[in-house]
């Protein structure tokens, strides 16, 4: 079995609970990717995080996080932490490959402060493993930073621009599609892998007992910032003559300005944050359409919504934009926004879908549940990416 280095930024399992605003996506991304993967590799892990952890933590369930071999912080003061993370990084390092352990290929969570030095340095070293980057999302790709802003950049602490960055690894694997066109021209392999499920928390279709005639219900979970396009899907369905709800769970900055409006519009249901990502699921199940708004904006080109596959294992209808990969996932049986407009899309959409028999939206989840759960498990995922990662040495 060949044996992996992972160097990512999930919580330790049994911790997320305790900062449920740090990473909230990424972190289940992580968690379920890291399992997967042990059975395909020999991993030693290790995390960067915002925040010291307690002591102590009980742990109820395993795949709440991944079980790292060394965690390090990045934090204020930026240059004293970073500094200490990556001596203590190299230091257990040579502690492995002292004692034998030797990785034949080290995979990276995006491009950051600690890691892009770690790697830089171990380039330098003797029988340097094939370098992997797992591009899940970047801001800076494709815009052109400005010369100011560069000139700045080369004062923070550590920091490399990841255009810059990108040129180190060995090879790419990247949740959006876009993000090929930054490594085939420089003959870097990329493979296109946009996240995975667990099939075993796929929703059970249940019976439907409601009234066929009463309203849609529109809703959405995940994240309440800016990037999400949250604020853009509220502002598009307060606006539109249509008697349906709009429900909303999640967690993030514009919390406090949901709920206000919630408060001036009752076709507008804010629920807050659900307790588990199971309530999540079970949230939408209970709701005829889910709604990803993302907009073409704030670096999401250079990622995937895993928010799509969590909204495919509720077995409900979904509305989302297109872009980076979405249609090839979800196929022909998903609705889909113009990203282009977003805002009039979502209004026309809000219109037509309100229209549309609820046992069809029902057989439409349930065929989107289907796909997803047979083509885009992370078991099968890890399997394309552990080939992809072996044919490199």
């Not at 420089?186 to 493979?191: D, S």
């Not at 659900?274 to 250079?302: E, I, K, W, Y």
């Amino acid at each position: 079995m060949k044996r992996l280095l992972y160097l990512g930024i999930s919580f330790p399992p049994g911790a997320q609970v305790l900062f449920p605003g740090v990473n909230p996506a990424g972190h289940a991304v992580e968690t379920y990717m890291v399992a997967a993967l042990r059975a395909r590799f020999d991993i030693k892990s290790a995390t960067v995080l915002p925040v010291i952890l307690p002591g102590s933590l009980t742990v109820s369930d395993p795949l709440s996080g991944v079980a790292h071999d060394l965690v390090l912080l990045d934090r204020p003061p930026e240059f004293w932490h970073r500094l200490r993370s990556l001596a203590r990084l190299k230091r257990q390092y040579l502690q492995w490959r002292a004692a034998g352990w030797v990785p034949d290929a080290v995979l990276v969570y995006n491009t950051s402060p600690v890691y892009n030095n770690f790697l830089r340095w171990l380039k330098r070293q003797h029988s340097t493993p094939k370098l992997v980057l797992w591009l899940l999302d970047s801001e800076q790709l494709g815009r052109e930073l400005p010369a100011l802003k560069r000139f700045r950049y080369r004062f923070k602490p550590l920091a490399i621009p990841d255009d810059e960055m990108i040129r180190e690894f060995d090879a790419c694997i990247g949740l959006s599609q876009f993000t090929e066109r930054f490594f085939t021209p420089r003959n870097i392999p990329f493979l296109w892998m946009p996240g995975g499920c667990v099939p075993e928390r796929a929703l059970a279709p249940k019976p439907t007992t409601e009234d066929q005639n009463s309203a849609i219900r529109f809703c959405y979970f995940g994240a309440l910032a800016t990037h999400s396009g949250i604020m853009a899907l509220v502002e598009a369905f307060l606006a539109s003559p249509i008697p349906n709800e709009l429900h909303i769970c999640g967690y993030g900055r514009l919390s406090a300005e949901i709920a206000e409006l919630a408060t001036k519009d009752k076709r507008l249901k804010f629920h807050g944050l659900m307790a588990t990502p199971d309530d999540c699921l079970r949230f939408g199940q209970s709701c005829d359409v889910l709604v990803n708004p993302r907009p073409l904006s704030h670096g999401n080109d250079n990622n995937f919504p895993s928010k799509l596959f969590e909204y495919a294992l509720c077995g409900t209808a979904i509305l989302t934009t297109g872009f980076a990969g979405a249609r090839e996932v979800l196929g022909s049986e998903a609705f889909y926004l113009d990203e282009n407009r977003l805002i009039p899309s979502l209004t026309e959409q809000f219109i037509l879908l309100s229209k549309i028999p609820r046992n069809e939206l029902r057989r439409r989840g349930i065929t989107l549940q289907e796909r997803v759960v047979n083509g885009y498990s992370w078991r099968r995922q890890t399997m394309d990416m552990a080939d992809f990662i072996s044919k490199l040495s």
